[in-house]
């Protein structure tokens, strides 16, 4: 154990051990001097007493040193007993348990010559042996219990303090984590929402002859996208510049599919949507939502690299048996993707998604078609 600064103990701890140490001195050389005539060996006594006063603060400092002193002091005089017990006390507190145990027997090898060339007052010697000797076994004790409470304190503090360092990256974890969740979901809504864009940006382009209310919708639809984009990317950014993620917007649920089958149909897009699921109100919010961007990405794909071409989803189950998922459209490639489109990296972080709703999640071309399947459990 590191040894106290003066700085670092208190006043009080100071004056404790001082008023101790004097009141006890006092009372001995009352005790031993009451009724005798006094002498040389009374100003020894005196001597001794005062220097052992002084030192007995000492204690808190340098333990082990000053109590071996006090242990000297103690062999002289009787008025040196008081500080010198203190100082073992302090030892067995403050060190380990064998120099506790060393340092104790210099007091009763002390004391033993105390009482050897000073009479105790009709104490037989081996009495008085017998009594120090309990006497320092207590200080021993009493310092170890005293030690041990302390080591247990400290640890049960740090232990404190790292589970509350724990918890708190825990909750910078989750935060974090929450974070990534709010931006690929912010992904999906931005890449469906701005391939409906590129879809009547592209009408307008190659069809510049159509009809003026014809361009006029169509300039008005690719408007209300753009300002409904940035509201979203506005939001998203908001999201992840705050500190607590928790307010988000409401999250999309299997009532929210003709909606959003609605918007493809808009855009030019032909849908057939085939849904047969028990009790939708009830799907879990995770299973609820990964269908839908599930459904959303299928969408945006075939917009993205079959337009024209028909989407047929299909949606079945229900609690206990899971929810399938089918989107198909055929494909197109004398058509390619538009500039600036990746193809595939939503379908990995699709993947990702429903993976981490414990589903799977396959997509394959076959016969001139691409198929996205998905399956994802939903407990009964």
Do not use: C
Request: hydrophobic share 45%; net charge neutral; aromatic share 6%.
């Amino acid at each position: 154990m590191t040894a106290p600064t003066r700085r670092d103990l208190p006043a009080a701890a100071i004056g404790s051990v001082l008023g101790a140490a004097v009141v006890l001195g006092v009372s001995t050389l009352v005790s031993w001097w009451g009724g005798r005539p006094l002498g040389a060996l009374f100003a020894l006594d005196v001597v001794a007493g005062l220097l052992s006063w002084a030192l007995a603060p000492m204690v808190l400092w340098r333990p082990m040193s000053t109590a071996i002193v006090l242990n000297v002091l103690a062999a002289l005089s009787p008025a040196a007993t008081p500080p010198a017990t203190i100082g073992a006390l302090q030892v067995a507190r403050r060190k380990p348990f064998p120099v506790a145990v060393a340092v104790a027997a210099g007091g009763i090898a002390a004391h033993a010559v105390q009482a050897w060339w000073r009479t105790s007052g009709g104490l037989p010697y081996g009495w008085w042996l017998v009594l120090v000797t309990v006497g320092y076994g207590g200080l021993l004790g009493w310092g170890a219990w005293a030690q041990a409470r302390e080591a247990l304190v400290r640890s049960l503090r740090e232990r404190a303090e790292r589970a509350e360092a724990e918890q708190g990256r825990r909750v910078a974890e989750a935060r974090m984590m929450e974070r990534r969740k709010i931006a690929r979901e912010m992904h999906d809504v931005l890449a469906h929402r701005l391939s409906l864009l590129a879809t009547f940006a592209g009408a307008m382009e190659f069809r510049p002859d159509s009809p003026p209310e014809r361009m006029s919708r169509a300039a008005g639809v690719v408007r209300d996208g753009v300002h409904q984009a940035l509201e979203e990317l506005r939001e998203v950014i908001s999201l992840l510049r705050d500190d607590d993620p928790s307010e988000i917007h409401p999250q999309p649920v299997l009532a929210d599919l003709p909606r959003l089958v609605e918007e493809s149909r808009s855009a030019g897009t032909e849908v057939d949507l085939d849904q047969a699921v028990d009790e939708p109100g009830e799907a879990p919010p995770a299973v609820a939502r990964t269908a839908y961007r599930v459904i959303q990405e299928g969408l945006t794909n075939a917009r993205k690299h079959a337009a024209g071409e028909r989407v047929r989803v299909t949606l079945r189950g229900g609690p206990g048996v899971g929810l399938e998922i089918d989107v198909r459209n055929a494909l197109t490639p004398d058509r390619p993707a538009p500039p600036g489109w990746s193809g595939g990296a939503g379908l990995v972080g699709l993947t990702e998604r429903v993976q981490l709703a414990g589903g799977r999640l396959d997509h394959q071309e076959v016969a001139g078609e691409f198929h996205l399947h998905a399956s994802i459990p939903w407990p009964a």
